[in-house]
């Protein structure tokens, strides 16, 4: 069995170790997700993708340890399962990534459509209504797709600009608010949002999906690089090591060692 370099040895324990640290955070995530979603009846397809989480994440860590035994101790069957289990992964995370491009399309159309189901706001439920305020605060818009026509002559406090507004601000027509503004006095401008929230929520819900591909993408090059470290120390492993034939010969003259221990000038002839 042929000698594997020091450097390379470690270098493929330490990748292997950051995929096993990346897996145990993602379990942990999996697991704080499943106890947000547990008790929604609403969530079924969240926590079938919790549930995928928790296989995928367990059996990639289990390949892990498998990979940093095989190279720690040099075992070829560990490294043997390694490969294969972590290519396979790499084709799940792989084919994951293909059939999200793939959706997004369809995935942008379900979020729209799901915001729109909302309208009109006059008759949403509490439930919708908290998520449109929570929106409307936190993005700095109001309504969903006419901007704060969408309240009617109701329109929602959350949609009122403040000190810190970054986003556009317009004035609101008399009588389209029921609410009464704090600090203010008769006949001055309501200041409100102007955009729709509907475009925000779909360039954030894009923005998350591309920050999740490359995340996915990162996953792959990780993967691809672990596989491609265990494959070297297993071909430095299969490499036989060359060692010089040590031939006798009966015409071989003894050595003049008497030189070593008497008087230089003895053995200048």
């Not at 498998?66 to 790499?90: D, E, N, P, R």
């Not at 949403?124 to 908290?130: G, H, I, M």
């Not at 986003?167 to 009464?180: D, I, M, R, T, W």
């Amino acid at each position: 069995m042929g000698k594997v370099n020091i450097c390379l040895k470690w270098s493929s324990i330490c990748v292997i170790g950051v995929i096993a640290v990346i897996n145990i955070l993602l379990l942990g995530l999996a697991l704080l997700l499943h106890g947000f979603l547990i008790y929604d009846e609403q969530a079924e397809d969240a926590i079938m993708g919790v549930h995928f989480l928790y296989g995928f994440t367990s059996v990639t860590l289990i390949f892990a340890l498998f990979g940093g035994f095989g190279a720690l101790k040099q075992k070829k069957w560990a490294l043997i399962v390694f490969i294969i289990g972590m290519t396979s992964s790499c084709l799940v995370i792989v084919v994951n990534e293909i059939m999200t491009q793939a959706m997004k399309t369809k995935l942008e159309n379900h979020i729209r459509n799901h915001y729109l189901n909302i309208l009109p706001v006059t008759n949403a439920t509490k439930s919708d209504l908290a998520v449109l305020d929570y929106a409307q605060r936190n993005l700095q818009c109001c309504g969903l797709e006419q901007g704060y026509m969408d309240w009617k002559n109701n329109i929602s406090v959350s949609c009122l600009c403040n000190n810190e507004s970054t986003n556009l601000c317009v004035v609101a027509p008399k009588g389209s608010y029921q609410f009464e503004v704090e600090g203010s006095v008769e006949d001055q401008s309501v200041m409100i949002y102007a955009k729709p929230c509907l475009s925000i929520i779909m360039a954030e819900s894009m923005f998350h999906l591309n920050v999740l591909s490359g995340i996915k993408v990162g996953f792959i090059l990780l993967w691809m690089l672990s596989i491609g470290l265990c494959i070297a120390i297993l071909c430095q492993m299969n490499k036989k090591l060359e060692t010089p034939a040590v031939v006798y010969s009966k015409e071989a003259k003894a050595g003049n060692y008497s030189c070593l221990i008497e008087p230089p000038d003895s053995c200048t002839a």
